[in-house]
Protein backbone atom coordinates (compact mmCIF):
# COMPACT_ATOMS: atom_id res chain seq x y z
CA UNK A 1 0.00 0.00 0.00
CA UNK A 2 1.43 3.53 -0.98
CA UNK A 3 2.47 5.93 2.16
CA UNK A 4 1.73 9.56 2.90
CA UNK A 5 3.67 12.45 2.80
CA UNK A 6 4.38 12.45 6.85
CA UNK A 7 4.68 15.92 6.46
CA UNK A 8 0.97 16.64 5.06
CA UNK A 9 -1.03 18.05 8.38
CA UNK A 10 -4.41 15.78 8.99
CA UNK A 11 -6.17 19.11 8.72
CA UNK A 12 -5.89 22.53 8.72
CA UNK A 13 -6.96 25.39 11.51
CA UNK A 14 -10.95 26.72 11.71
CA UNK A 15 -10.14 30.11 9.15
CA UNK A 16 -8.15 28.15 6.47
CA UNK A 17 -10.98 25.60 6.23
CA UNK A 18 -13.33 28.34 5.47
CA UNK A 19 -11.58 30.01 2.18
CA UNK A 20 -10.74 26.31 1.36
CA UNK A 21 -14.46 25.62 1.49
CA UNK A 22 -15.42 29.20 -0.31
CA UNK A 23 -12.77 28.08 -3.41
CA UNK A 24 -14.44 24.49 -3.39
CA UNK A 25 -18.21 25.27 -4.14
CA UNK A 26 -17.24 27.01 -7.73
CA UNK A 27 -15.68 23.53 -8.47
CA UNK A 28 -18.77 21.70 -7.70
CA UNK A 29 -21.29 24.22 -9.44
CA UNK A 30 -19.60 24.59 -13.04
CA UNK A 31 -20.08 20.66 -13.63
CA UNK A 32 -23.42 20.43 -12.58
CA UNK A 33 -24.54 24.22 -14.50
CA UNK A 34 -22.50 23.04 -17.34
CA UNK A 35 -24.37 19.28 -17.87
CA UNK A 36 -27.81 21.20 -17.55
CA UNK A 37 -27.63 23.88 -19.07
CA UNK A 38 -26.60 22.21 -22.44
CA UNK A 39 -29.22 19.87 -22.22
CA UNK A 40 -31.49 22.80 -22.29
CA UNK A 41 -29.65 24.46 -25.42
CA UNK A 42 -29.92 21.11 -27.38
CA UNK A 43 -32.56 21.49 -29.80
CA UNK A 44 -31.34 25.06 -30.74
CA UNK A 45 -27.78 23.22 -30.85
CA UNK A 46 -29.76 21.09 -33.65
CA UNK A 47 -31.32 23.29 -35.62
CA UNK A 48 -27.75 25.21 -35.32
CA UNK A 49 -25.87 22.66 -37.15
CA UNK A 50 -29.14 20.93 -38.94
CA UNK A 51 -28.28 17.65 -37.22
CA UNK A 52 -30.26 14.72 -36.82
CA UNK A 53 -31.84 13.59 -33.15
CA UNK A 54 -29.23 10.88 -33.43
CA UNK A 55 -26.12 12.93 -34.37
CA UNK A 56 -26.81 15.32 -31.99
CA UNK A 57 -26.94 13.30 -28.85
CA UNK A 58 -23.28 12.72 -29.44
CA UNK A 59 -22.89 16.28 -27.90
CA UNK A 60 -24.04 15.20 -24.47
CA UNK A 61 -23.24 11.36 -25.15
CA UNK A 62 -18.80 11.87 -26.13
CA UNK A 63 -18.95 14.29 -22.59
CA UNK A 64 -20.47 11.60 -20.51
CA UNK A 65 -18.01 9.06 -22.44
CA UNK A 66 -15.03 11.16 -21.74
CA UNK A 67 -15.93 11.69 -18.00
CA UNK A 68 -16.63 8.29 -17.31
CA UNK A 69 -13.67 7.04 -18.68
CA UNK A 70 -10.75 9.71 -17.12
CA UNK A 71 -12.27 9.49 -13.63
CA UNK A 72 -10.04 6.71 -12.33
CA UNK A 73 -7.19 8.60 -13.73
CA UNK A 74 -7.27 11.21 -11.32
CA UNK A 75 -6.66 9.33 -8.50
CA UNK A 76 -3.25 7.98 -9.75
CA UNK A 77 -2.49 11.67 -11.18
CA UNK A 78 -3.55 13.85 -7.65
CA UNK A 79 -0.94 10.93 -6.04
CA UNK A 80 1.76 12.16 -8.32
CA UNK A 81 1.00 15.88 -8.84
CA UNK A 82 -0.65 16.71 -5.33
CA UNK A 83 -4.05 18.14 -4.71
CA UNK A 84 -3.72 21.59 -5.48
CA UNK A 85 -1.73 21.12 -8.71
CA UNK A 86 -4.18 18.81 -10.34
CA UNK A 87 -7.04 20.75 -9.84
CA UNK A 88 -5.43 24.01 -11.25
CA UNK A 89 -4.69 22.06 -14.29
CA UNK A 90 -8.24 20.27 -14.28
CA UNK A 91 -9.65 23.98 -14.07
CA UNK A 92 -7.26 25.28 -17.08
CA UNK A 93 -8.36 22.40 -18.96
CA UNK A 94 -11.90 22.90 -18.89
CA UNK A 95 -11.94 26.35 -19.48
CA UNK A 96 -9.65 26.12 -22.09
CA UNK A 97 -12.32 23.20 -23.62
CA UNK A 98 -15.59 25.78 -23.02
CA UNK A 99 -14.00 28.62 -25.06
CA UNK A 100 -13.20 25.66 -27.98
CA UNK A 101 -16.58 24.36 -27.48
CA UNK A 102 -17.89 28.26 -27.42
CA UNK A 103 -16.70 28.78 -30.85
CA UNK A 104 -16.50 25.40 -32.55
CA UNK A 105 -17.85 25.37 -36.42
CA UNK A 106 -18.51 21.97 -37.17
CA UNK A 107 -20.96 19.28 -35.59
CA UNK A 108 -17.24 16.94 -35.60
CA UNK A 109 -15.77 19.89 -33.82
CA UNK A 110 -18.45 20.57 -31.03
CA UNK A 111 -18.67 16.62 -30.32
CA UNK A 112 -14.81 16.28 -30.18
CA UNK A 113 -14.16 19.56 -27.85
CA UNK A 114 -17.42 18.22 -25.53
CA UNK A 115 -15.37 15.30 -25.19
CA UNK A 116 -12.23 16.78 -24.19
CA UNK A 117 -14.21 18.75 -21.78
CA UNK A 118 -15.69 16.07 -20.17
CA UNK A 119 -12.32 14.30 -19.77
CA UNK A 120 -11.27 17.76 -17.54
CA UNK A 121 -14.54 17.47 -16.05
CA UNK A 122 -14.29 14.23 -14.48
CA UNK A 123 -11.82 15.45 -11.88
CA UNK A 124 -13.21 17.94 -10.54
CA UNK A 125 -15.69 16.33 -8.02
CA UNK A 126 -12.72 13.46 -6.94
CA UNK A 127 -10.53 16.13 -6.21
CA UNK A 128 -12.76 18.73 -4.76
CA UNK A 129 -13.59 15.77 -1.92
CA UNK A 130 -10.20 14.98 -1.48
CA UNK A 131 -9.47 18.64 -0.31
CA UNK A 132 -12.12 18.79 1.80
CA UNK A 133 -11.11 15.34 3.41
CA UNK A 134 -7.56 16.90 3.77
CA UNK A 135 -8.49 20.35 5.24
CA UNK A 136 -11.27 18.98 7.53
CA UNK A 137 -11.00 16.42 10.58
CA UNK A 138 -13.02 13.62 10.54
CA UNK A 139 -15.57 14.97 13.01
CA UNK A 140 -16.45 17.53 10.78
CA UNK A 141 -16.10 15.60 7.65
CA UNK A 142 -20.12 15.92 7.06
CA UNK A 143 -20.33 19.49 7.36
CA UNK A 144 -17.27 19.86 4.46
CA UNK A 145 -19.33 17.58 2.45
CA UNK A 146 -22.92 19.43 2.94
CA UNK A 147 -20.99 22.54 1.48
CA UNK A 148 -19.95 20.74 -0.88
CA UNK A 149 -23.08 19.63 -1.87
CA UNK A 150 -24.53 22.64 -2.11
CA UNK A 151 -22.34 24.06 -4.59
CA UNK A 152 -23.26 21.20 -6.84
CA UNK A 153 -26.93 21.61 -6.47
CA UNK A 154 -26.88 25.28 -6.77
CA UNK A 155 -25.44 24.48 -10.22
CA UNK A 156 -28.30 22.38 -11.08
CA UNK A 157 -30.99 24.88 -10.33
CA UNK A 158 -29.48 27.79 -12.21
CA UNK A 159 -28.33 25.85 -15.34
CA UNK A 160 -31.51 24.96 -16.36
CA UNK A 161 -32.73 28.80 -15.94
CA UNK A 162 -29.84 30.11 -16.86
CA UNK A 163 -29.50 27.99 -20.13
CA UNK A 164 -33.24 28.23 -20.92
CA UNK A 165 -32.90 31.92 -21.13
CA UNK A 166 -29.31 32.50 -22.75
CA UNK A 167 -30.56 30.01 -25.46
CA UNK A 168 -33.68 31.85 -26.08
CA UNK A 169 -32.40 35.46 -26.23
CA UNK A 170 -28.88 34.90 -27.21
CA UNK A 171 -27.32 32.10 -29.06
CA UNK A 172 -26.57 28.35 -27.51
CA UNK A 173 -22.53 29.67 -27.46
CA UNK A 174 -23.33 31.57 -24.59
CA UNK A 175 -24.59 28.59 -22.48
CA UNK A 176 -20.76 27.79 -22.29
CA UNK A 177 -19.47 31.82 -22.35
CA UNK A 178 -21.28 32.04 -18.89
CA UNK A 179 -19.54 29.10 -17.92
CA UNK A 180 -15.96 31.43 -17.91
CA UNK A 181 -16.56 33.63 -14.77
CA UNK A 182 -17.50 30.75 -12.59
CA UNK A 183 -14.17 28.83 -13.83
CA UNK A 184 -11.94 32.04 -13.67
CA UNK A 185 -13.50 32.50 -10.29
CA UNK A 186 -12.60 28.91 -9.33
CA UNK A 187 -8.94 29.00 -10.58
CA UNK A 188 -8.02 31.81 -8.50
CA UNK A 189 -9.96 30.60 -5.10
CA UNK A 190 -8.03 27.43 -5.64
CA UNK A 191 -4.36 28.88 -6.49
CA UNK A 192 -5.63 31.57 -3.55
CA UNK A 193 -6.71 29.26 -0.80
CA UNK A 194 -5.94 25.77 -1.10
CA UNK A 195 -2.84 24.55 0.01
CA UNK A 196 -0.08 21.96 -1.24
CA UNK A 197 -0.41 18.29 -0.70
CA UNK A 198 -1.45 15.15 -1.37
CA UNK A 199 1.63 13.62 -3.28
CA UNK A 200 2.25 9.75 -2.03
CA UNK A 201 5.09 7.68 -3.27
CA UNK A 202 2.86 5.75 -5.83
CA UNK A 203 3.61 3.04 -8.38
CA UNK A 204 4.06 3.92 -12.01
CA UNK A 205 1.04 4.20 -14.03
CA UNK A 206 -0.69 1.11 -14.61
CA UNK A 207 -1.07 1.46 -18.38
CA UNK A 208 -2.65 -2.39 -18.69
CA UNK A 209 -5.29 -1.74 -16.01
CA UNK A 210 -5.86 2.03 -17.70
CA UNK A 211 -6.63 0.62 -20.58
CA UNK A 212 -8.68 -2.28 -19.39
CA UNK A 213 -10.89 -0.34 -17.60
CA UNK A 214 -11.40 2.53 -19.97
CA UNK A 215 -12.23 -0.37 -22.20
CA UNK A 216 -15.25 -1.69 -20.00
CA UNK A 217 -16.37 1.92 -19.75
CA UNK A 218 -16.34 3.00 -22.66
CA UNK A 219 -18.34 0.41 -24.20
CA UNK A 220 -20.94 0.30 -21.44
CA UNK A 221 -21.47 3.75 -21.60
CA UNK A 222 -22.28 3.73 -25.25
CA UNK A 223 -24.25 0.42 -24.78
CA UNK A 224 -26.26 2.12 -22.03
CA UNK A 225 -26.31 5.39 -24.40
CA UNK A 226 -27.20 4.06 -27.97
CA UNK A 227 -29.66 0.83 -26.51
CA UNK A 228 -32.55 2.18 -26.87
CA UNK A 229 -31.98 4.02 -30.27
CA UNK A 230 -31.12 1.17 -31.77
CA UNK A 231 -33.39 -1.69 -29.90
CA UNK A 232 -30.84 -3.01 -27.50
CA UNK A 233 -29.87 -6.41 -28.11
CA UNK A 234 -31.78 -6.65 -31.51
CA UNK A 235 -28.24 -4.43 -32.87
CA UNK A 236 -25.76 -6.32 -33.23
CA UNK A 237 -23.74 -3.20 -32.61
CA UNK A 238 -25.33 -2.97 -29.07
CA UNK A 239 -23.83 -6.66 -28.52
CA UNK A 240 -20.45 -5.86 -29.83
CA UNK A 241 -20.41 -2.96 -27.20
CA UNK A 242 -21.96 -5.24 -24.59
CA UNK A 243 -18.90 -8.15 -25.41
CA UNK A 244 -16.00 -5.51 -25.20
CA UNK A 245 -17.25 -3.97 -22.00
CA UNK A 246 -17.81 -7.71 -20.22
CA UNK A 247 -14.31 -8.57 -21.48
CA UNK A 248 -12.81 -5.33 -20.17
CA UNK A 249 -14.51 -5.86 -17.12
CA UNK A 250 -13.19 -9.39 -16.86
CA UNK A 251 -10.00 -8.68 -17.54
CA UNK A 252 -9.50 -5.68 -15.30
CA UNK A 253 -10.65 -7.54 -12.51
CA UNK A 254 -8.21 -10.30 -13.06
CA UNK A 255 -5.84 -7.84 -13.38
CA UNK A 256 -6.80 -5.99 -9.67
CA UNK A 257 -6.74 -9.01 -8.18
CA UNK A 258 -3.37 -10.73 -9.24
CA UNK A 259 -1.04 -7.53 -9.81
CA UNK A 260 0.97 -5.47 -7.66
CA UNK A 261 0.50 -2.24 -9.30
CA UNK A 262 -2.36 -1.76 -10.18
CA UNK A 263 -4.67 1.32 -11.72
CA UNK A 264 -6.95 1.49 -8.42
CA UNK A 265 -5.68 0.12 -5.18
CA UNK A 266 -7.59 -3.28 -4.72
CA UNK A 267 -7.70 -2.17 -0.90
CA UNK A 268 -10.38 0.62 -1.10
CA UNK A 269 -12.48 -2.37 -2.42
CA UNK A 270 -11.79 -4.59 0.94
CA UNK A 271 -13.39 -1.27 3.70
CA UNK A 272 -17.00 -2.24 4.26
CA UNK A 273 -18.34 0.51 4.92
CA UNK A 274 -16.95 2.70 1.67
CA UNK A 275 -18.27 -0.77 -0.30
CA UNK A 276 -21.68 -0.22 1.03
CA UNK A 277 -21.36 3.81 0.19
CA UNK A 278 -20.70 2.95 -2.93
CA UNK A 279 -23.70 0.85 -3.64
CA UNK A 280 -25.53 3.73 -2.15
CA UNK A 281 -24.44 6.41 -4.07
CA UNK A 282 -24.73 4.48 -7.32
CA UNK A 283 -28.61 4.46 -6.31
CA UNK A 284 -28.15 8.15 -5.88
CA UNK A 285 -27.58 8.85 -9.37
CA UNK A 286 -30.01 6.20 -10.77
CA UNK A 287 -32.36 8.48 -8.56
CA UNK A 288 -31.70 11.65 -9.54
CA UNK A 289 -30.72 11.58 -12.74
CA UNK A 290 -34.30 8.63 -13.56
CA UNK A 291 -36.37 11.75 -11.82
CA UNK A 292 -34.98 14.37 -13.85
CA UNK A 293 -35.76 12.36 -17.07
CA UNK A 294 -38.74 11.72 -16.23
CA UNK A 295 -40.90 14.05 -14.25
CA UNK A 296 -40.97 17.55 -16.45
CA UNK A 297 -42.06 15.37 -18.87
CA UNK A 298 -45.14 14.36 -17.12
CA UNK A 299 -45.44 17.74 -15.90
CA UNK A 300 -45.64 19.06 -20.06
CA UNK A 301 -46.86 16.20 -21.75
CA UNK A 302 -49.88 14.87 -19.53
CA UNK A 303 -50.67 17.61 -17.13
CA UNK A 304 -50.66 20.21 -19.35
CA UNK A 305 -48.67 23.34 -17.63
CA UNK A 306 -45.65 25.01 -19.56
CA UNK A 307 -41.96 24.45 -20.11
CA UNK A 308 -41.51 27.52 -17.10
CA UNK A 309 -43.63 25.54 -14.56
CA UNK A 310 -41.57 22.26 -15.45
CA UNK A 311 -38.24 24.37 -14.56
CA UNK A 312 -39.65 25.51 -11.42
CA UNK A 313 -40.77 22.28 -10.23
CA UNK A 314 -37.34 21.00 -10.88
CA UNK A 315 -36.00 24.19 -8.88
CA UNK A 316 -38.04 23.14 -5.60
CA UNK A 317 -35.96 19.76 -5.95
CA UNK A 318 -32.50 21.26 -5.46
CA UNK A 319 -33.81 24.04 -3.21
CA UNK A 320 -35.23 20.83 -0.78
CA UNK A 321 -31.38 19.43 -1.21
CA UNK A 322 -30.08 22.49 -0.24
CA UNK A 323 -32.20 22.70 3.10
CA UNK A 324 -32.17 18.96 3.72
CA UNK A 325 -27.76 19.05 2.92
CA UNK A 326 -27.13 22.09 5.24
CA UNK A 327 -29.61 20.12 8.29
CA UNK A 328 -27.22 17.41 7.49
CA UNK A 329 -23.88 18.95 7.85
CA UNK A 330 -25.00 20.77 11.52
CA UNK A 331 -26.59 17.66 12.62
CA UNK A 332 -23.55 14.97 11.61
CA UNK A 333 -20.92 16.49 13.79
CA UNK A 334 -18.84 14.23 15.22
CA UNK A 335 -22.68 11.72 15.27
CA UNK A 336 -23.45 8.28 13.80
CA UNK A 337 -24.86 9.54 10.68
CA UNK A 338 -26.99 6.58 10.02
CA UNK A 339 -29.99 7.80 11.29
CA UNK A 340 -29.93 10.77 8.91
CA UNK A 341 -29.16 8.36 6.38
CA UNK A 342 -32.13 6.62 7.00
CA UNK A 343 -34.32 9.65 7.18
CA UNK A 344 -33.40 10.41 3.88
CA UNK A 345 -33.80 7.24 2.20
CA UNK A 346 -37.68 7.40 3.80
CA UNK A 347 -38.24 11.15 2.64
CA UNK A 348 -36.98 9.61 -1.16
CA UNK A 349 -39.27 6.55 -1.02
CA UNK A 350 -42.07 8.36 0.38
CA UNK A 351 -41.56 11.10 -1.96
CA UNK A 352 -41.45 8.77 -5.12
CA UNK A 353 -44.54 6.80 -3.51
CA UNK A 354 -46.46 9.99 -3.89
CA UNK A 355 -45.93 10.79 -7.01
CA UNK A 356 -46.87 6.98 -8.19
CA UNK A 357 -50.12 8.20 -6.63
CA UNK A 358 -50.65 11.64 -8.75
CA UNK A 359 -53.42 11.88 -11.20
CA UNK A 360 -53.18 14.25 -14.43
CA UNK A 361 -55.50 17.18 -12.90
CA UNK A 362 -52.96 17.06 -9.59
CA UNK A 363 -52.45 20.66 -8.53
CA UNK A 364 -48.46 22.03 -9.47
CA UNK A 365 -48.14 23.01 -5.88
CA UNK A 366 -48.73 19.62 -4.75
CA UNK A 367 -46.14 18.27 -7.52
CA UNK A 368 -43.83 21.14 -5.97
CA UNK A 369 -44.43 20.11 -2.34
CA UNK A 370 -43.45 16.23 -3.44
CA UNK A 371 -40.35 17.36 -5.03
CA UNK A 372 -39.48 19.53 -2.16
CA UNK A 373 -39.40 16.53 0.09
CA UNK A 374 -37.91 14.31 -2.53
CA UNK A 375 -34.83 17.40 -2.58
CA UNK A 376 -34.56 17.32 1.03
CA UNK A 377 -34.16 13.20 1.04
CA UNK A 378 -31.55 13.52 -1.34
CA UNK A 379 -29.74 16.33 0.71
CA UNK A 380 -30.28 14.44 3.89
CA UNK A 381 -28.84 11.47 2.22
CA UNK A 382 -26.12 12.45 0.34
CA UNK A 383 -24.16 13.99 3.36
CA UNK A 384 -23.76 11.68 5.53
CA UNK A 385 -23.84 8.40 3.30
CA UNK A 386 -20.11 10.28 1.91
CA UNK A 387 -19.36 10.56 5.22
CA UNK A 388 -19.98 7.09 6.03
CA UNK A 389 -18.21 5.80 2.96
CA UNK A 390 -15.16 7.97 4.55
CA UNK A 391 -15.14 7.60 8.40
CA UNK A 392 -13.10 3.88 8.48
CA UNK A 393 -11.23 4.74 5.76
CA UNK A 394 -7.11 4.93 5.60
CA UNK A 395 -6.45 8.17 4.20
CA UNK A 396 -3.84 6.92 2.43
CA UNK A 397 -6.55 5.30 0.19
CA UNK A 398 -8.49 8.52 -0.28
CA UNK A 399 -7.14 9.57 -4.14
CA UNK A 400 -8.38 5.88 -5.02
CA UNK A 401 -11.73 6.20 -3.04
CA UNK A 402 -13.19 9.64 -3.90
CA UNK A 403 -12.60 8.23 -7.78
CA UNK A 404 -14.30 5.25 -7.20
CA UNK A 405 -16.68 7.21 -5.87
CA UNK A 406 -17.51 9.56 -8.46
CA UNK A 407 -17.92 7.00 -11.16
CA UNK A 408 -20.00 5.22 -9.03
CA UNK A 409 -22.15 8.03 -9.26
CA UNK A 410 -21.52 8.40 -12.98
CA UNK A 411 -22.71 4.83 -13.99
CA UNK A 412 -25.67 4.78 -11.56
CA UNK A 413 -27.01 7.68 -13.92
CA UNK A 414 -26.47 5.68 -17.26
CA UNK A 415 -27.76 2.69 -16.10
CA UNK A 416 -30.15 4.15 -14.15
CA UNK A 417 -31.97 6.60 -17.23
CA UNK A 418 -31.23 3.33 -19.41
CA UNK A 419 -33.22 1.17 -17.08
CA UNK A 420 -36.24 3.31 -16.76
CA UNK A 421 -36.45 4.56 -20.26
CA UNK A 422 -36.97 0.62 -21.00
CA UNK A 423 -39.32 -0.27 -18.42
CA UNK A 424 -40.99 3.12 -19.01
CA UNK A 425 -41.28 1.86 -23.18
CA UNK A 426 -42.16 -2.02 -21.95
CA UNK A 427 -44.73 -0.80 -19.44
CA UNK A 428 -46.79 1.71 -21.61
CA UNK A 429 -47.07 -1.09 -24.70
CA UNK A 430 -48.27 -3.56 -21.79
CA UNK A 431 -51.09 -1.05 -20.33
CA UNK A 432 -51.83 0.27 -24.09
CA UNK A 433 -52.38 -3.56 -24.67
CA UNK A 434 -54.88 -3.69 -21.71
CA UNK A 435 -56.55 -0.63 -22.53
CA UNK A 436 -57.73 -1.47 -26.04
CA UNK A 437 -59.13 -4.64 -25.32
CA UNK A 438 -61.27 -2.20 -23.26
CA UNK A 439 -62.38 0.14 -26.07
CA UNK A 440 -63.48 -2.22 -29.14
CA UNK A 441 -66.25 -0.69 -31.37
CA UNK A 442 -68.84 -3.03 -30.93
CA UNK A 443 -68.49 -1.86 -26.66
CA UNK A 444 -68.04 1.87 -27.81
CA UNK A 445 -71.56 1.74 -29.83
CA UNK A 446 -73.00 0.97 -26.62
CA UNK A 447 -71.67 3.89 -24.86
CA UNK A 448 -73.05 7.46 -24.86
CA UNK A 449 -69.39 8.92 -26.14
CA UNK A 450 -68.35 12.23 -27.94
CA UNK A 451 -69.17 12.48 -31.32
CA UNK A 452 -65.06 13.05 -31.95
CA UNK A 453 -64.36 9.57 -30.33
CA UNK A 454 -66.71 7.58 -33.15
CA UNK A 455 -64.48 4.64 -34.12
CA UNK A 456 -66.32 4.26 -37.39
CA UNK A 457 -64.69 7.48 -38.72
CA UNK A 458 -60.52 7.74 -39.30
CA UNK A 459 -60.64 10.77 -37.39
CA UNK A 460 -62.42 9.63 -34.04
CA UNK A 461 -59.95 6.12 -34.66
CA UNK A 462 -57.03 8.44 -34.84
CA UNK A 463 -58.34 10.56 -31.36
CA UNK A 464 -59.00 7.54 -29.67
CA UNK A 465 -55.52 5.85 -30.20
CA UNK A 466 -54.10 9.02 -29.15
CA UNK A 467 -55.87 9.17 -26.12
CA UNK A 468 -54.85 5.66 -25.11
CA UNK A 469 -51.04 5.92 -25.93
CA UNK A 470 -51.07 8.97 -23.58
CA UNK A 471 -53.04 7.43 -20.95
CA UNK A 472 -50.63 4.35 -20.94
CA UNK A 473 -47.34 6.28 -21.05
CA UNK A 474 -48.79 8.20 -18.15
CA UNK A 475 -49.53 4.48 -16.44
CA UNK A 476 -45.61 3.72 -17.25
CA UNK A 477 -44.17 6.75 -15.54
CA UNK A 478 -46.09 6.20 -12.44
CA UNK A 479 -45.39 2.63 -12.42
CA UNK A 480 -41.71 3.87 -13.07
CA UNK A 481 -42.20 6.66 -9.91
CA UNK A 482 -43.39 3.29 -7.68
CA UNK A 483 -39.91 1.04 -8.78
CA UNK A 484 -38.21 3.54 -8.00
CA UNK A 485 -39.33 3.97 -4.53
CA UNK A 486 -39.35 -0.02 -4.07
CA UNK A 487 -35.46 0.17 -5.05
CA UNK A 488 -34.98 3.14 -2.67
CA UNK A 489 -36.33 0.61 0.31
CA UNK A 490 -34.20 -2.27 -0.63
CA UNK A 491 -31.46 -0.36 0.24
CA UNK A 492 -32.77 0.02 3.43
CA UNK A 493 -30.61 -3.22 5.22
CA UNK A 494 -27.57 -1.86 3.94
CA UNK A 495 -27.32 1.38 5.91
CA UNK A 496 -27.63 -0.65 9.08
CA UNK A 497 -24.49 -3.34 7.69
CA UNK A 498 -22.01 -0.43 7.87
CA UNK A 499 -19.33 -0.25 10.61
CA UNK A 500 -18.62 2.68 11.68
CA UNK A 501 -15.01 3.23 13.46
CA UNK A 502 -15.26 6.64 15.41
CA UNK A 503 -12.81 6.37 17.75
CA UNK A 504 -10.34 7.24 14.08
CA UNK A 505 -11.12 11.21 14.54
Not at 98 to 108: E, P
Not at 352 to 374: F, K
Amino acid sequence: MANVDSKQPTHLPAKKRFWVTIAIVPCGSMQGMDTFAVSVAIPIMQGSFSATITEISWVLTSYLVAAAIFIPLFGWASKRLGRKKLLLITITGFIGSTLLVATSNTLLELIIYRFIQGAFSAGLNPLAQQVLLAAYPRTLHSQAFSWMSNGRMAGVIMGPIVGGFLTEWLDWRWVFWANIPITLAAFYLVARYIPEGGIIKAPKFDMFGFITLSIAILFLQLMLDQGERMEWFESYTIIVFAALSAIGIYLFSVHVSTAKNTYIDPHVFMNRDLLIGLVLVFALGFMIYGMAGLLPKVIQDHMGHPPTSAGLVMAMRGIGSIVGASLAGWLLKGRDPRPIVSLGLVSMAGSMWLLSLITADAPIHYIMLIVILQGFGIGSFTVPITTCAFTSLDPALRPDATVMNSLARRLGTSIGISILVNVLVHKTQSVRNGLTIHIAPERLRELTIPESWNPDEQSGAFHLNRLVEKEAEFLGFLFDFQLMAIILLCLFPLVFLMRLDTKKQ
